[in-house]
């Protein structure tokens, strides 16, 4: 059995992954990722294309095939864990993505809902107008409020601009109740203003409530601007972690040439 550290007089890291390593047949994308996040701590990692940051992403939801090492949400190991404490260890996790993953024929207000769907022993039948109980309805309704939609709760995805679908997007993920939230390129698809828009809210709520964050992001500045600390990885392993103020930007233009991807650095060390 994984062990836990999970003890009231210890408060541990919210998220743990040790020594990760993932493998696509031939192609090691994961190389021994080790990196502890805090509670209340938001992070962001950076990394060129195909260095393997959605890949580690993925693992920590659990939907890359992980070979070795470990992985603790809230002190509950999930690598190797009986299934029922991997579905209650990834509860805790809430998701941002890059292209928003709202349900097109719903509205605002449904989607939110189903931020709720864990937490409801029908799943997706709870969650559903007709069955969804009241107090969940308003909830959800209260989260559409905190991203500034409540207005818009009636509207379907399309009918809203991608900024505002991002938002819905942060309020289901807030309806979900997580302690850690895993935010992978969530201001990819939108305009230099509405991504700031974005990344003002997803800060602010993520402090408000004080989860912890791991938040992918392309763009250097915003990254020093957001993030606290910034974790750097190149060709499948991290080679940077530290305090954004004392990061040179030099060592983050670094993240970016030579063999970064995984494939154009099959087994040599990342540096
Ligand atoms: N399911 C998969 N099967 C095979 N190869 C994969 C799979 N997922 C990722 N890879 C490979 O792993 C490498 C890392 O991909 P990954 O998507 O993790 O990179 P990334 O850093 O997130 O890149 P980007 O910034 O472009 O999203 C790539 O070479 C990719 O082709």
């Not at 390593?21 to 990394?47: I, M, T, W």
């Not at 020093?224 to 004392?246: H, Q």
Request: proline fraction near 5%; aromatic fraction near 4%.
């Amino acid at each position: 059995m994984p062990q836990t550290f999970a003890d009231p007089a210890r408060p541990g890291p919210a998220l743990r992954a040790q020594d990760l390593h993932v493998s696509f047949g031939d192609l090691k994308v994961l190389r021994g990722v080790s990196f502890d996040l805090a509670k209340g701590e938001g992070a962001v990692l950076l990394g060129a294309n195909g260095c393997g940051k959605s890949t580690l992403m993925r693992a920590l939801n659990g939907l890359a095939p992980v070979a070795s090492g470990q992985i603790w949400v809230e002190g509950q190991a999930i690598v190797g864990a009986p299934l029922r404490a991997v579905r209650a260890a990834r509860r805790q996790m809430g998701y941002v993505f890059q292209q928003f993953n709202l349900v097109p024929q719903l509205s605002a207000h449904q989607n939110v809902l189903f931020g709720a769907m864990g937490q409801r022993p029908l799943g997706v039948l709870g969650v559903m107008n007709a069955f969804a109980r009241a107090e969940d309805r308003e909830r959800a309704m209260a989260c559409l409020d905190r991203v500034g939609l409540a207005d818009r709760a009636t509207h379907r995805p399309a009918e809203l601009s991608g900024g505002q679908q991002q938002r819905v997007a942060i309020a289901r993920m807030l309806m979900q109740a997580p302690r850690v939230v895993i935010a992978d390129e969530p201001i990819a698809s939108l305009d230099p203003k509405a991504g700031r828009e974005v990344l003002d809210l997803l800060w602010r709520i993520v402090e408000e409530e004080g989860l912890s964050l791991l938040c992918t992001l392309h763009q250097l500045d915003l990254a020093e601007e957001y993030g606290r600390r910034l974790i750097g990885m190149k060709a499948g392993r991290i080679v940077l972690d530290a305090a954004t103020g004392s990061v040179e930007r030099a060592e983050l233009d670094a993240l970016y040439t030579g063999a970064a991807r995984v494939d154009a650095a099959p087994e040599g060390v990342a540096a």
